[in-house]
């Protein structure tokens, strides 16, 4: 079946600190994985894309990492800010023979960041 | 460009009770897609238009009914609503298979 399972379910850190967000998916054949970051009351926006060839990736203090081998994203966090308090889903598509791709979402990650 | 939008942004329903939500998108994207998105269970397909004029069932639509209206509008009705749809709903839109999805900011529905 497959799955998107991401980790800690929430996490909550001092502002300045850094922080891992991690994604496992069970996803065969494998598209490209991306994570959004959606503040309270609003809707995800993406963050980062990668294919099954990339194995990382940067928007500004946001780094992610694949590694197709063991079927592991994370999301790396530098130097934290009040504003990075979001979820961070991990999303993954897969190729399919209905009329779109499959796209599975992962339950995403809770940070809260601290002053 | 606004990008998705969508109407309205708070709903409170009493059970039985009918409705729509509308989205649209201005970036002339040829899919759109409906999710509602509970507590603890992440983000769930109810039913998406991979291009105008087509649409199909996703992984939750008992209950609901869509009509793509033209390639801009997207819209999910609830004939019948019941408390099991108290949910916020999420339309989204994309270019094509491969594409980053865009969402809109979501309607908060309440059915009592």
């Known amino acids: 079946k497959n799955q998107v399972e991401q980790s800690p379910q929430s996490l909550i850190i001092l502002e300045g600190k850094n922080c891992t967000l991690q994604?496992?998916?069970?996803?065969?054949?494998?598209?490209?994985l991306r994570w959004y970051k959606q503040d309270t009351g609003r809707g995800p926006v993406s963050l980062t894309i990668?294919?099954?060839?990339?194995n990382t990736k940067s928007n500004g203090r946001y780094t992610a990492t694949l590694d197709a081998d063991t079927k592991q994203s994370s999301l790396h966090i530098t130097a934290s800010q009040l504003s990075d308090s979001a979820s961070y889903i991990c999303?993954?598509?897969?190729?399919?023979?209905?009329?779109?791709?499959?796209?599975?979402f992962g339950k995403g990650t809770r940070l809260h960041i601290l002053p | 460009n606004a990008g998705v939008t969508q109407t309205p942004k708070f709903q409170v329903l009493k059970t039985g009770q009918s409705m729509t939500l509308q989205c649209a998108q201005d970036?002339?994207?040829?899919?759109m897609y409906w999710y509602r998105q509970d507590p603890g269970m992440g983000l769930r397909l109810i039913y998406y238009?991979?291009?105008?004029?087509?649409?199909d069932k996703g992984e939750v639509p008992n209950g609901y009914n869509v009509s793509r209206l033209n390639k801009r509008e997207f819209s999910l009705r609830l004939e019948s609503a019941a408390p099991s749809q108290t949910s916020v709903y999420f339309c989204?839109?994309?270019?094509?298979?491969?594409?980053?999805?865009?969402f809109g900011p979501g309607t908060r529905l309440t059915v009592t």
């Open positions: 238009s991979a291009s105008e004029g087509t649409t």
């Open positions: 970036m002339n994207h040829n899919s």
């Open positions: 994604c496992n998916y069970t996803v065969s054949p494998f598209s490209n």
């Open positions: 990668m294919t099954f060839s990339e």
């Open positions: 999303v993954v598509s897969a190729p399919s023979m209905n009329r779109d791709d499959k796209i599975i």
């Open positions: 989204a839109s994309k270019i094509g298979r491969d594409y980053e999805q865009y």
